[in-house]
C-alpha cells in the first residue's frame, strides 16, 4: 500500500467513525504520537488498544479531515497535512508492509488565529489621516506603563528569560497572547554571559536557531556565549517582547476559584503582585543546582562553589583545584582551569560519562538533519525538527545504537586512552548514547571538544569516589586521599524543574506535579512506569494553568509552538479537552 | 539566436580577444552596464563604439571565462555566471532578434577572499587545549581598545552609521576589512528614532532588507521609524560592526604622499585622529540640510526650523502652522501638524511635485519585484535588486511611462481632486514618474500614504509660491498673503553629498569631486551631460581614496556590495585599474 492510498482509506475510517478499521491500519505494535491536535497534549499511544481507546474518547470531537499527502521522504514515508475542528496540522507516517508502523500528528495553528506573517502581516502605518494617531513608539510606551501599573495583567507571565522563555514569548506575540517574561538579570542573555569564559554552545549552529529570525549564514558553527548572549538581547528588542529585567518572581499562589495566579515579583527594589491565568517556569532544565552537602565545607579554607556560580578559570594561576563530576561542565571547567595556568587540576568522577567527540555527534547523529548539507538538500530548520518528532521516543534507542558502534571504532584511541587514564565511560547502559542519556536523565555525558586528550595527557588528573569532606585546606576523597585545594568546583548538575515550583510556589504544587523530564526508561536515574514523552514539559501538568519549558535550543524552539498554541487556544475559549495527564512521579 | 548560443558566441569572441566580433553580438545601439567586474567601476556603456573601447582597453587584464547559463527568465533573457581573472561574477541577458538589447555584468566576489558564510563560516571554537586561550569577547574588547588608543586603524572609515555606513560595515566585515563607522548621534538607529514621530517608511518591507540578516515575516509592510530605529542597533550588535556612538567627524585631509586620510573625530569630550585608508561618506542622500535664507528671520517671532530638525506635531496644538514644500517630508509633517489638532495648517508649494499613491506604487511599480507575491514565486531580495540592474538607466523612463497613464487612470479622482485644490503635480518633466525623478535630483515627490485628500479636502491649505520673508509672526508669501505663523517648517530638502565633502573635507575637494547624485538626464534638476549612472556614488570619484554611499535602503544593500569588493581589493593588493571616472559636473 502506497502512503496515498492508506492515508485516504485512515481518512475514509475516521470520517465514518470506525476506530477499528483506522486502529487496524496499524501494525499490532504501531505508534501515534500526537503533538497537540487530537488529544491537547503531547502523548505517543503504543499499539492498537492504546490508539482506539484514544480514537473513541476524542475522535468526535476533533472532527479531522482534509488529509492530503505532501511529500514523498523515502518509499512508505510520507508528510501530509490535516485540518481538525479548530486547526491546521502537519503530521508523518511511516508504513512498513502496508501498515503503519509510526504516525506523527501535530497541530500547526489554529483556525481563525493564524500568525499574520507574509501576506497577513502587519501593515506598520495607517494610511490616511487620524486625528490622535498613536505611533507604534506610544503604543508600546503605553503598553509597558500599564503592565507596570498593573492595569493590565498578561494573560501568560513566564518565569525565566533566556532561550526558552524568549523563544515561547516571540511565538506568543506572534499569536497575539499578552505575556510577560521576568528575568532576574540585568540583561536578556546574561544567563549566558555570566558563565565561565570560554564557554562555546556544544551543538552546532545548525540545531540552535531561535524561531522566526534564523542566525545570518556567517554565525559560527559553535556560538560563544557572549554572542548568543547578545543575540538574546537583539532578539527581545526586534520581536518587541515584554520583557522586565531585574525581575526575580519570588512567590506564585494558585487562586482556585478565579482560576488565576498571583504572582510576586521583585523588580529591582519595587514589588509587583501579577495576576496571569498561565505560569509557564521557563528557568531552565538546568534548574535549581545539585549542591551536595560536603562535611567541613564550612570550615574550608578554600573556594567551594557551583559550577553555575564558576566564573572561569582566571584568578586561578598557579592553584590547586579540583574539580567535582565528570560530565559537560566539569570537563569544560577543568580545561579552562588548565588554560589559565592552574598548578594542578584534577577531576574527581562520581560515575561513568558518556564521552563522545563533538565532531562524531556532527557528522554521524546531527548532520543528516542539522547541517549545511542537510540545509542545501531542503532540510529545513522546520522540516528538521518534524522529522525528529516523527520518531517514538520508544525508537530512539534501537535507532541510535548503531551510530555509537560506528563511532566507538572511528575514535578507538580516543576511548582506549580514556581507558588506559582510567576513566570510567560508556555509551548509556543499552548503549545508545548521548541522545537517550539527555532524553533521560538529561545529564551524564561529555561532548568532547578537548579536555579528553587532557585526561589522558593526565594534565587534568583523576579520581575516582568522590568528595567525602573538606578541611582546612584539602578536600579528602572517598579512597583516603587527601587533596590539596584552593579551590573546589562542584558541577554537580541541577535538579528536576519541579524544584522551581517548590521554590516558587510550594512543596505541595511540586509533589502534586512531580518530576520534570525523562521518558521512564527503567534506567538508573530514569526508573520507570514508561510514559513515552518527557514528563510534565510543554503540556498541562496535575497543576491547572502551570506549564514547564525548557530543554536545549532545539527542543525550545520546536516545542514552544505546542506550548504556545495550547495558551491560544484557552485565552480565545476553544475548547482544550486534555486527553491525558501524566502520573505523578518521584524519584525517590 | 538563444541566449546559450548567444553566451558561447560571446565567450568564444572575448577568449579570442575578438573584440570586433564581441561587439556584433550587440544591437548597433545596445547596451553593457558592468558593475566592477570588468571596468572596476560602475557604468553603462551605450552603442558598439562604447563598448569596443572599453574591451579594447581591459580585455586583456579582465581575462573573463567560465561563462555559464544560469536560468531563463523569459525568452531571449537569461541570467548567467562568469568569472574573471581575479572574481567570480553575475550577469543578465536580454536579446532583440538574435542580438544583445542589454548586457548586465556584476561582479559577486574575488577569489580567494569569498565571504564565510555557510560551509565555510566561523568554527566559533577552537575545540582542543590552548594555553591562554582568548574568548571571542576577550578579542572583541582587546580590538576595541587597540582602535580606541589609535595602535591600530581602520583601512576604511565611514562616516554617517545610519542604514547605509551599517550594510557596508556589515559586508565589510564579512570581507575582513578592517572598517570603523562613526556616528555622531547617542545610538544606532538615531537618526531615525529623531525624526518626526508619524513617520514610517514609505517603501515596503521587502524593499527595505539589510544584507544578511532579512526582517522576519511577521515584520510591517511599512516600517514604523522607532522599529527600524531598533532593528539597526541589534544589526550593529549582532553583526559585530565596530561602531562608535557619539561620534562626530570634524575634518578630514588627505595626505597624498602616504595615501591615506587625517580625520578628526570628537568621539564625546575626546579628540581622535584617524588615519585610515579610505574614506566613505555615508552621511546619507539627505546630506546637508537646504535651508533658504529667508529675509526676517531673525527677527521671527515664531518657531522657524528645517524639516530634519522638526520633532513632530505634539505640541502645535491650536497653533498656525507653514510648511514650506511639497514632496514626502512636507505633506508628513503638515499632516501630522494637522492630526496633532494645528488650528491652521498651510503647506506653500514651491514647485510641482509628482504624487503618486503609495498603494499603486506597490501593486504597478514595486510589485513585481518587491513583494509577498513577488517573494512566493522565487523572486528573492537578491534576484530583485539585479533584476532592477539589468535596465541601464538609459531605458527606465520608457518602462516607466505606461505604468503612470494606468495611474493616472486608477486614481483619476485623487488627481482630479488635486487640481480643483490647486495643486500642481506631474509625473516629471517626461511622464516618467517617481523612480526617475527619484534618480535624476532625489526629490520632488510625494508618496501619498493620505495627505492628499487633506489637500484636497482644503484641511491642509494650499499656498503657490514661496515664503518672501518673515516679520514678527507673520509669514509673507511671495504673492503678497500676510500667514500668522506661530511655526514655519522649512521642507526643503537636502544639498548634493558633496556637500558633506566641502564640510568634512575642503572646498576644494569638494569641487573637484563635483555633484553627486543624478544622471544627466537634461532635465530642469539634473542637467546634462548624460552619464548614464548616478554621479560619484559607490566608485572611484576625482578624488583618490573618498567613496560616497547612500540612497534608499535597496540601493544601500545593493550597491555596498560593489562598494565593499572594490574596498577588499584594494586592501589586497589586488589591482583595480579604473576604466572611467566621471567627468566633475556641478549643478550651477
Known amino acids: 500500500m502506497t502512503p496515498q492510498r492508506w492515508l485516504e482509506r485512515f481518512a475514509a475510517a475516521l470520517a465514518k467513525g470506525d476506530i477499528d478499521a483506522a486502529s487496524s491500519l496499524f501494525e499490532p505494535g504501531g505508534f501515534w504520537r500526537d503533538l497537540v491536535a487530537f488529544t491537547w497534549t503531547l502523548k505517543t499511544f503504543e499499539g492498537r488498544a492504546e490508539i482506539k481507546a484514544m480514537l473513541a474518547a476524542v ?79 506610544e503604543r508600546k510606551v503605553e503598553r509597558e506603563k500599564s503592565l507596570l501599573s498593573g492595569e493590565q495583567q498578561p494573560f501568560v507571565l513566564i518565569v525565566g528569560g533566556g532561550q526558552g522563555g524568549i523563544g515561547l514569548a516571540a511565538r506568543l506575540k506572534r499569536l497575539d497572547v499578552p505575556a510577560l517574561v521576568v528575568e532576574k538579570n540585568p540583561r536578556a542573555g546574561d544567563s549566558w554571559r555570566k558563565r565561565y569564559k570560554s564557554l562555546c554552545l556544544h551543538d552546532p549552529v545548525w540545531y540552535d536557531h531561535m524561531p522566526y529570525l534564523p542566525f545570518p549564514d556567517h554565525w559560527p558553527v559553535f556560538s560563544p556565549k557572549d554572542r548568543i548572549g547578545d543575540w538574546l538581547e537583539m532578539y527581545v528588542k526586534v520581536m518587541d517582547l515584554d520583557y522586565w529585567t531585574y525581575s526575580e518572581c519570588v512567590g506564585a499562589r494558585f487562586d482556585k476559584e478565579k482560576s488565576i495566579w498571583n504572582v510576586e515579583v521583585k523588580r529591582g527594589h519595587e514589588s509587583h503582585l501579577l495576576k496571569p491565568t498561565h505560569l509557564v517556569l521557563a528557568t531552565g532544565m538546568s534548574g535549581v543546582p545539585n549542591m551536595p552537602r560536603i562535611p567541613g565545607a564550612e570550615s574550608f579554607r578554600g573556594t567551594l562553589v557551583h559550577s553555575s556560580a564558576h566564573p572561569g578559570g582566571e584568578g586561578w594561576r598557579g592553584k590547586r583545584c579540583v574539580v567535582l563530576g565528570s560530565n559537560n561542565s566539569a570537563h569544560d571547567i577543568a580545561a579552562d582551569l588548565w588554560e589559565h595556568g592552574a598548578a594542578e587540576v584534577t577531576m574527581v568522577q562520581r560515575s561513568p560519562t558518556v564521552v563522545v567527540r563533538s565532531e562524531m555527534l556532527m557528522e554521524l547523529a546531527w548532520g543528516k538533519l542539522y547541517s549545511q548539507a542537510a540545509l542545501e538538500a531542503g532540510i529545513t530548520t522546520e522540516i528538521a525538527d518534524l522529522t525528529l518528532a516523527a520518531t517514538p521516543f520508544r525508537l530512539l534507542p534501537e535507532m541510535q545504537k548503531p551510530i555509537y558502534e560506528e563511532i566507538k571504532k572511528r575514535d578507538a584511541e580516543l576511548y582506549s586512552g580514556l581507558e588506559r587514564a582510567g576513566f570510567r565511560f560508556h555509551f548509556g547502559e543499552d548503549g545508545s548514547g548521548l541522545h537517550s542519556v539527555y532524553l533521560r536523565r538529561g545529564a551524564g555525558y561529555y561532548i568532547d571538544v578537548g579536555a579528553s586528550q587532557l585526561v589522558i595527557d593526565g594534565r587534568i588528573k583523576l579520581r575516582q569516589g568522590t568528595i567525602q569532606n573538606l578541611k582546612d585546606g584539602t578536600a579528602v576523597l572517598s579512597d583516603g586521599t587527601e587533596l590539596p585545594a584552593d579551590l573546589v568546583v562542584s558541577a554537580t548538575g541541577y535538579g528536576s524543574m519541579n524544584g522551581w515550583a517548590a521554590k516558587l510556589i510550594s512543596k505541595e504544587v511540586a509533589d502534586k506535579v512531580g518530576k520534570c523530564w525523562g521518558l521512564g526508561s527503567d534506567t538508573k536515574y530514569d526508573p520507570g512506569p514508561w510514559v513515552g514523552e518527557l514528563r510534565n514539559m510543554w503540556k498541562p501538568t496535575q497543576q491547572p494553568n502551570l506549564w514547564f519549558h525548557g530543554g536545549n535550543l532545539m527542543q525550545s524552539r520546536h516545542y514552544s509552538l505546542y506550548l504556545a498554541l495550547q495558551l491560544k487556544a484557552r485565552l480565545e475559549g476553544i475548547p482544550t479537552p486534555t486527553y491525558y495527564l501524566d502520573p505523578v512521579h518521584h524519584l525517590e
Open 59 to 137: 475522535l468526535s470531537n476533533v472532527r479531522p479531515s482534509g488529509w492530503g499527502i505532501r511529500g514523498i521522504s523515502s518509499p512508505g514515508e510520507a508528510w501530509f497535512t490535516f485540518e481538525t475542528a479548530v486547526g491546521r496540522g502537519i503530521g508523518h507516517l511511516r508504513l512498513r508492509e502496508g501498515r503503519a508502523w509510526t504516525l506523527l500528528t501535530t497541530l500547526q495553528e489554529l483556525k481563525g488565529f493564524e500568525e499574520k506573517a507574509g501576506r497577513t502581516r502587519e501593515w506598520g502605518t495607517e494610511h490616511g489621516v487620524l486625528p490622535e494617531r498613536k505611533s507604534w513608539l
